[in-house]
């Protein structure tokens, strides 16, 4: 099924500890997204690219990096993970007329 | 950029209630509105957008909104709601090239 697939679905790090996550969409979507959801706060976009080999920040992109290196890859990376980046994280790619997301990572740092 | 509003943070109906689940934003330009919906342990599903043209657009599942352009809300309404609409409601804007998300609205549909 074509769609947006994250890896993995479940981590769980040790303060300090860095990891990449992966979002691979076969659409051929220029866009592509990624968000953090905590409850109570929705979706808060971290970073987003609106084409291969480019990257441009969200509303909170503090703690992360990304690479756009293939158009069908988008990676998060956390160089040194925090509590505060516990979350569940979504990719999402799409154009204009809406998104595709992903099933979620749902990463816990301790 | 684009910011938001949700203001109900919780609703509770009863099945058969109609509803209405307000959202505002604030951007200067010219905007794509969206509703999505998260059922339990699930990702965000596509309900409804509206880009242009006629203000009331209809969704999936019985869904539909209303675009206000002077009053900057874009509210979800169902006529009568079902235990299966029980889900949280998130309502996007697309302005420039991202999508912002307001902090959403959990439903609760009682049986």
């Known amino acids: 099924n074509a769609g947006v697939t994250q890896t993995p679905k479940f981590r769980v790090l040790k303060t300090g500890q860095s990891m990449t996550l992966l979002c691979a969409q076969d659409m051929n979507h220029e866009y592509m997204y990624w968000y953090r959801q905590d409850p109570g706060m929705g979706l808060r976009l971290i970073h987003y690219s609106v084409g291969e080999g480019t990257t441009a920040k969200g509303e909170v992109p503090d703690g992360y990096n990304v690479s756009r290196l293939k158009k069908q890859n988008f990676l998060l990376g956390l160089e040194s993970a925090a509590p505060s980046q516990t979350s569940v994280y979504f990719c999402?790619?799409?154009?204009?007329?809406?998104?595709?997301f992903g099933s979620g990572t749902r990463l816990t740092v301790v | 950029a684009q910011s938001v509003s949700q203001h109900n943070h919780h609703v509770i109906l009863s099945e058969a209630a109609s509803l209405e689940l307000g959202c505002n934003y604030s951007?200067?330009?010219?905007?794509?509105l969206f509703w999505y919906v998260q059922y339990p342990g699930q990702h965000l599903q596509l309900l409804l957008k509206?880009?242009?043209?006629?203000?009331l657009v209809k969704g999936i599942k019985g869904f539909e909104a209303e675009f206000i352009k002077s009053k900057f809300s874009f509210n979800l309404r169902k006529p009568s709601v079902q235990w299966s609409d029980t889900a949280e409601y998130f309502c996007a804007v697309r302005g420039n090239n991202d999508m912002r998300f307001g902090a959403g609205t959990r439903l609760t549909v009682k049986p």
């Open positions: 951007y200067g330009g010219t905007v794509n």
């Open positions: 999402a790619s799409g154009q204009i007329y809406g998104y595709t």
């Open positions: 509206y880009f242009s043209g006629d203000p």
